[in-house]
């Protein structure tokens, strides 16, 4: 299920929230400040610590590039936000609240915003976070060549460093999405000193202002982060720090966890009830990850509606949410989850599965009752096979390609070659970004590349209505019943953050859009 950031034809895919190397040599060591953590902060670090103790031991993911402005798939914000900070963050809720910058104001007619940056603010190696940093920051998002976010910006006509404290983005249209943008990888505050002198680095050796620092990093192994005491709320943080380790394999998940190897890490729906025999915590954190089927509607047998439709129909979501996620989730019949701002509630289930219907359509189609179909995964098993079957019941013959993770993003994702796809949706902390990523004409998962004018249209209005419009909600939900309608997308089941922990770490925080470590302790 690569899960992927929106960015044209620089990207990387991520299978099953597998970490992915970098794309270098395995085993290059950066070693900052002396190689391995021991699991508790001495010397140097312990004065750096003050009074925070322990080292949250994670098993989860590591970035494609420790870099915001290169990272490659949509879950690398959860790791790079050890290493980096925003102007704003998101709430529980998914609203954007301050954060490097104590607050924001737009213009009148909504084609200017001005943020205010606490005082005295400092990346993790000392230096001056300033209006100038933050200016330099973001046009460096905007214009680098091997910039993956620069689609995020296209509207940033000009970035002004008005003092020390105040940074002015003059816009080219109205678009009142940039707080909530900047929670994100987008906004990312990167240290200039970093960039103008080794851009490239950057992949291996983050340079931020954010809750940790890295020490040393292993590809594809392990990462050893320290906790940074300038950041901004660093009073906060009582890990002393964090190793990050790739998602463990299910089958082990459990025992790394009996035996110290982790002390946090997610884990399948298929092992909570192993975990909690085991004696540890799991919770369950309600996530923006959706399950779906990429469809490319240009490509036969989905060029005839028909088709399309008949699959929405052949697709028992229910029975997929069992084997995937062992009932964990919702079904899932849009892009945002109930309670979300985006989420339709008067959509309910309009395609509910209804085999007989799916077979009806198919007879009706320039295909006939029996269309070839291929599914392209990266993961035979489980899923895809059960898609296979469920497709098959209502006359589809359909085979499976399985692509190695290496070359699945060049084919599905920059040569939009594939018909259908088994993926995954990671969410945006901007609406109007995951309309993009999901819909929009150059939208990864929108393969086909055809987007109907009034869901553009309604798509640019989220855009220039405020967030506390009392409007917004309801411009967000008719651009989602419109995709829902429209769009061949087929939506499955949410996923949600499973984290299984040892009872010696406290309760992590919920937060839906990314994984955040305030206030978390070890005994």
Request: net charge neutral.
């Amino acid at each position: 299920m690569p899960i992927i950031e929106s960015t044209g034809a620089r990207t990387t895919s991520r299978r099953g929230f597998l970490a992915l190397g970098l794309g270098a040599a395995g085993g290059a060591l950066l070693a900052a400040c002396g190689g391995t953590s021991t699991g508790v902060a001495t010397g140097a670090n312990a004065q750096l610590a003050g009074n925070a103790t322990g080292t949250l031991k994670w098993g989860w993911a590591l970035p494609t590039s420790w870099d915001p402005v290169t990272s490659s798939a949509g879950w690398d914000v959860h790791a790079l936000s050890l290493a980096y900070s925003g102007l704003t963050q998101e709430n529980e809720k998914g609203d954007a609240v301050p954060a490097l910058a104590t607050g924001w104001k737009y213009n009148a007619d909504g084609t200017q915003v001005t943020f205010t940056l606490r005082p005295n603010l400092k990346f993790s190696d000392g230096t001056a976070l300033d209006a100038t940093a933050v200016k330099q920051s973001i046009e460096r998002g905007r214009d680098a060549k091997n910039s993956l976010i620069a689609s995020q910006l296209t509207t940033v006509k000009n970035v002004t460093a008005k003092d020390a404290v105040t940074v002015v983005i003059d816009l080219s249209v109205a678009n009142y999405q940039i707080p909530n943008l900047f929670a994100g990888k987008t906004g990312m505050i990167v240290n200039p000193a970093a960039f103008t002198t080794d851009a490239a680095g950057l992949a291996l050796k983050p340079a931020g202002a954010g809750p940790f620092s890295l020490t040393s990093y292993t590809q594809n192994s392990k990462a050893v982060l320290v906790r940074n005491p300038n950041f901004w709320n660093a009073d906060q943080i009582k890990l002393a720090g964090v190793e990050l380790y790739p998602l463990p394999d299910a089958a082990t998940v459990v025992a790394g966890l009996q035996s110290g190897q982790y002390n946090l890490a997610q884990i399948p729906g298929s092992q909570i009830a192993a975990a909690k025999a085991a004696g540890l915590s799991v919770q369950v954190i309600p996530s923006l990850v959706v399950a779906t089927l990429d469809v490319n509607a240009a490509l036969a047998p989905f060029d005839d509606p028909n088709v399309a439709l008949a699959l929405k129909f052949a697709v028992d979501r229910k029975a997929l949410l069992q084997t995937a996620n062992f009932g964990y989730g919702d079904v899932a019949y849009q892009p945002f989850p109930a309670g979300y701002v985006g989420n339709d509630p008067a959509i309910g289930q309009p395609y509910a599965y209804d085999p007989a219907k799916a077979k009806a359509l198919l007879a009706q189609s320039k295909y006939g009752p029996n269309p070839e179909v291929t599914i392209t995964t990266s993961t035979a098993t489980g899923v895809p096979e059960q898609v296979q079957s469920q497709l098959q019941a209502v006359g589809f013959k359909a085979k499976i390609e399985v692509i190695p993770a290496a070359q699945f993003t060049q084919i599905v994702y920059v040569q939009h070659s594939r018909a259908l796809t088994v993926d995954a949706f990671a969410g945006r902390d901007s609406a109007a970004q995951a309309f993009q990523v999901l819909f929009g004409q150059q939208g990864l998962m929108n393969p086909g590349r055809t987007v109907p004018q009034e869901l553009l249209e309604a798509v640019n209005k989220i855009s220039v209505t405020p967030l506390d419009s009392p409007d917004y909600p309801a411009v967000l939900q008719a651009a989602t019943a419109l995709a829902v309608k429209d769009m061949p997308n087929v939506f499955l089941y949410t996923v949600p953050r499973i984290l299984a922990r040892s009872s010696k770490v406290s309760e992590i925080p919920a937060y839906t859009v990314v994984q955040r470590f305030e206030g978390v302790t070890i005994k």
